[in-house]
């Protein structure tokens, strides 16, 4: 959606804005959502949604929470992957449309995965045509930091068909160029969906929910 800095305004005053924010995992999505929060906007977390819709697969394997998501998920190394991707995208495609069926009553900013840019040109089309959408972006200096932290907390990460291991490769070399490979076709896809691009070194830690509003404004 495509807005003007004055339609922009105008929508927030009315409480009829919606945004979404894009970017991959670890990039502080969930963190800026909250801050809007404090300002009113209602807040809708894709990853607790496809969580909820994974319970019961969860649970009858002794698992809970987002980071056992991504245990269940596993590694693309693993066996069990390519089937749990795509049963995964599956429920975010899903919750996707229960949130374009969604009245919004009030400012809204939707939380999405990192993976949402492989839901399909249709589905992002639709996020694009319902809400102004960020990108916020990592800088080349960030990408080896998200990699470690992505090792230290593992989250639910859809690699596609970007996966693939090279002779004499053990299984962590192969993740993290993949990872890398990742970061970059997953940018391209970012940039092509999004609105507004944000690059996240320009967003101070402790910003200010006005401030971070005032930011996404001026970058119209």
């Known amino acids: 959606m495509k807005l003007s800095p004055k339609k922009f305004e105008q929508l927030l005053l009315n409480n009829q804005l919606i945004l979404s924010f894009i970017g991959m995992s670890n990039i502080g999505k969930t963190h800026l959502s909250k801050k809007l929060c404090e300002v009113g906007f209602t807040h809708i977390n894709c990853d607790d949604l496809i969580e909820l819709k994974l319970e019961k697969k969860l649970k009858a394997v002794g698992y809970s929470g987002i980071k056992e998501v991504a245990r269940w998920m596993g590694q693309p190394f693993d066996e069990r992957y390519f089937k749990n991707q795509k049963e995964y995208l599956s429920f975010e ?4 449309k229960n949130i374009f069926k969604q009245k919004k009553n009030k400012n809204t ?9 492989h839901t399909g040109i249709q589905m992002c089309t639709n996020l694009k045509f319902f809400s102004l959408v960020i990108y916020i972006e990592a800088t080349e200096k960030m990408k080896e930091r998200m990699f470690k932290q992505y090792i230290k907390e593992p989250k639910p990460v859809v ?8 002779r004499n490769e053990t299984n962590s070399e192969s993740l993290k160029r993949c990872y890398r490979d990742l970061l970059d076709a997953r940018s391209a896809l970012y940039k092509k969906y999004a609105d507004v691009i944000i ?3 320009t967003i101070k830690i402790n910003i200010s ?8 404004k001026n970058s119209l």
């Not at 690699?159 to 090279?166: I, T």
């Open 199 to 201: 690059p996240r070194d």
């Open 93 to 96: 495609n899903d919750v996707m």
């Open 109 to 117: 900013i939707i939380d999405t995965t990192g993976s949402v840019v």
């Open 209 to 216: 929910a006005n401030k971070f509003i005032a930011l996404i």
């Open 159 to 166: 690699f596609g068909n970007m996966f693939n291991q090279k």
